[in-house]
């Protein structure tokens, strides 16, 4: 493994435990953008060990364009996480 990919994995450990105790106390549509900013987070990972591919820097992209309407447009951000759910388990039948 690379140092910089331990570097964000390790990062990404301690920003989801992290988010695990914030939300005990924060308002409870933190936990799917949380949730979904890992997502994103991991599959940057997956780039920098070169194990990523065009499909997943599609949903990557998908996700960081419309993470921040969990705040503002809730219909919207519903319909991006169905959608990503649906093309992480397409990517994933198709390996």
């Not at 990404?12 to 435990?17: D, E, N, Q, S, V």
């Not at 994103?40 to 990523?52: A, C, D, K, N, P």
């Amino acid at each position: 493994m690379k140092a910089e990919t331990k570097q964000e994995l390790g990062q990404l450990l301690c920003y989801m435990a992290a988010s695990a105790r914030g939300l005990l106390d924060e308002p409870a549509s933190y936990g799917p953008f949380r949730l979904i900013d890992a997502v994103s987070r991991l599959i940057g990972s997956f780039e920098t060990e070169g194990i990523s591919d065009p499909e997943l820097n599609r949903i990557r992209t998908r996700i960081d364009e419309h993470k921040y309407l969990v705040m503002t447009d809730i219909h919207t951000f519903t319909e991006m996480l169905d959608a990503v759910v649906i093309d992480l388990a397409t990517w994933l039948d198709g390996k």
